[in-house]
């Protein structure tokens, strides 16, 4: 089916699609868990509640994608919430983690940088092309390595542990980073983007 604009002719802005979909609230709860959890990260509240908030944020980013797939409810909110979810969580808990002193401030503006880039570059994107792009999947490896990495911080895990998973995430943000500024520029000039796989007659993008 082909893809609806989302601005009208003259500007004003079109719904992006169903909003209260099962993948678009799962996306809301993420976002949700964000603040208690960083909060508990702060004030060194109890692990296993940490640990339950965090496991429940990773499972919701995993089935609000795969529900929206299965579901056939993929829409331009899920696009913006999605990302939206995961880069609030790992901005408040990162910034928790630097305040407590177990995660590099250099570190924290790394990722910060990063992702107000991609978020500006999307929005250009969106303004010009009326289109709003889906999360590549680099991205999305780079953000569970991130988690990893946070949550290595928060078990104060061995120096050398710590310091594999904190250049690991160095590696792949840059990385993904990188894939997002290819898309940007192949995007602005109006190049068609590679075909992804068909699923049930709809092409997804792709991540490459």
């Known amino acids: ?4 604009s989302t601005t009208r002719p003259g500007g004003r802005l079109l719904p992006l699609g169903r909003f209260w979909t099962i993948p678009n609230m799962l996306s809301l709860l993420r976002l ?13 509240g109890p692990l296993r509640w940490v640990l339950a908030l965090a496991l429940l944020a990773i499972v919701t980013d995993w089935f609000d994608g795969q529900v929206a797939r299965w579901s056939h409810t993929v829409s331009d909110w899920g696009k913006v919430l999605d990302p939206l979810a995961d880069k609030v969580t790992a901005g408040l808990v990162s910034m928790a983690l630097v305040v407590r002193g177990d995660l590099p401030l250099w570190f924290f503006a790394f990722v910060v940088v990063r992702d107000a880039l991609i978020v500006l570059g999307g929005a250009l994107l969106a303004h010009r092309t009326r289109r709003v792009y889906m999360s ?11 988690a990893l990495t946070i949550l290595a911080a928060l078990l104060e895990a061995d120096p050398p542990v710590f310091r594999v998973l904190l ?7 840059s990385y993904s980073f990188l894939r997002y500024v290819v898309r940007f520029v192949r995007a602005w000039r109006g190049q068609p983007e590679p075909e992804g796989p068909v699923v049930s007659g709809q092409t997804v ?3 490459t």
Do not use: R
């Open 1 to 4: 089916m082909p893809e609806q």
């Open 32 to 44: 949700v868990l964000a603040f208690p959890l960083a909060y508990l990260v702060l004030t060194h």
């Open 136 to 146: 590549l999947w680099s991205g999305k490896v780079a953000v569970t390595v991130l």
């Open 167 to 173: 250049w690991s995430s160095i590696v792949l943000l």
């Open 205 to 207: 993008p792709s991540s």
